[in-house]
């Protein structure tokens, strides 16, 4: 085995991590640092709720809230936020995405505590039921969250033609009004929040690279359903508070800050996968977040020329299957094989780059998306300024897994 990997994402990474033996991930906290600054810069004084999803692992969550322009989580489990109230790293959790998991609703309505401090998302009278139904007669009052739908739909609001995520049943103004009347006139419920996630604006690059048709497309829908979910939003508020008080109302994500902090209506925004700086938050014109997690994998075959057979390395992302949901050589000397691709145990690339591999080298990778990437590490390696400072465990190296 060579003594040191010739290839390279960043040497002061490379250097601190070269006693450790592949496969493992590494976190370049000076990018990680100022991932997190330049979020809170482009929020511009409006609270960022960080994502937790986007990054599963306790150690990076708590320096972000530690953060100026942090406050608050958003969960995407029940079961995560009571664990994260319970060992202290929040007493102000909303779970992004309702819930039918009824032991961990039980548990929320029996503990006064965390009933406090954990918010669940509710889009109907439905979901109601559920928590009704889960916590039984000695209970606390569940604060609960309105999902309001924030897709596009552009041929008169009709779910014809829809841009967005399927998410919440609840789009035009009388429906949330309605819905909240409802909520509000249950007992045991106390409704304290909108929120709208508006992903065709948050989630889809308007840059994508040498594509400039399909970003001329994206940036025309992104437009003009920017003007569409900031009237309608408002519009919704207004109707949500003239039938009780709610403590925020959220919305966007890292992909669409700037637009989104322009609303008056809305109170704080979402954030965590720009901490990260993943692959698919490269096409954006609007930000430049610096890659802050990176994976390396080893050497383990030399099948021909111009070719190296890596161990593992297929952490897919999840999402619509395409070639931008698979990690990415960070050398641009290398690629992935249209064949292979990224594989559960071997990974083979291809380029200039791969001659100069030996057994034993590593080649570092970026994935896709935040947080997925700690679902296959039990451990996150901190680096700063060239020195390895510390191992912090991900979500799974603590035993726990929200999927």
């Known amino acids: 085995m060579s003594e040191q990997p010739r290839r390279s994402p960043d040497a002061g990474l490379d250097t601190a991590t070269r006693h450790l033996d592949a496969p493992f991930a590494a976190v370049d906290l000076a990018a990680y640092r100022a991932n997190t600054a330049d979020l809170a810069r482009r929020a511009r004084g409006t609270p960022i709720r960080l994502v937790t999803k986007s990054v599963r692992c306790r150690s990076l969550i708590t320096k972000a809230l ?26 102000d959790l909303v779970v ?26 509710v889009d109907s009278t439905e979901h109601l039921d559920v928590i009704d139904a889960a916590a039984g007669p000695e209970r606390a009052e ?39 009347t409802r909520i509000v006139a249950r007992r045991g419920f106390r409704l304290v929040g909108v929120m709208a996630y508006e992903g065709q604006i ?23 359903s920017r003007t569409e979910i900031a009237e309608r939003r ?10 009780t008080t709610v403590e925020f109302v959220n919305g966007g994500g890292t992909g669409s800050i700037e637009s989104t902090v ?76 249209r064949i292979e691709g990224a594989g559960e145990v071997q990974t083979p690339v291809v380029g200039p780059g791969a001659d100069e591999l030996r057994l034993g080298d590593r080649v570092w990778f970026r994935h896709a998306k935040g947080g997925e990437l700690a679902e296959r590490f039990l451990d996150y390696h901190l680096v700063d300024d060239g020195r390895l400072l510390d191992s912090v465990p991900t979500y799974r190296g603590e035993g726990r897994s929200f999927g």
Do not use: N
């Open 262 to 337: 322009a609303e008056q209506a809305v109170t704080e925004v979402a954030a965590g996968s720009g901490l990260v700086g993943p692959t698919l938050f490269d096409d954006y014109s609007r930000f430049d977040p610096r890659p802050a997690v990176q994976f390396a994998l080893p050497v383990v075959h030399r099948p021909r020329p111009g070719t190296a057979t890596l161990y593992g390395g297929g952490y897919i992302a999840s999402g619509a299957i395409g070639a931008d949901r698979q990690p990415r050589p960070v050398d641009p000397g290398l690629r992935l094989t």
């Open 66 to 91: 530690e953060s100026p322009g942090y406050s608050g989580l958003l969960c995407y489990s029940l079961e995560e936020a009571l664990w994260l109230y319970r060992v202290g790293v929040s007493d």
């Open 202 to 224: 948050a989630g889809l690059a308007d840059a994508p690279a040498k594509q400039p048709l399909k970003a001329a497309a994206l940036r025309w829908v992104q437009s003009r």
């Open 96 to 121: 992004a995405y309702p819930s039918v998991d009824r032991v961990a609703l039980r548990d929320l309505a029996t503990d006064r505590g965390a009933a406090a401090a954990i918010t669940v998302m």
């Open 142 to 180: 569940v604060r609960v969250c309105l999902e309001v739908d924030a897709s596009w739909r552009p041929l008169r609001g009709r779910d014809v033609l829809h841009v967005g995520t399927r998410r919440s049943p609840v789009h035009t103004v009388a429906q949330a009004r309605d819905t909240a």
């Open 234 to 243: 408002a519009a919704i508020v207004r109707a949500v508070r003239e039938i």
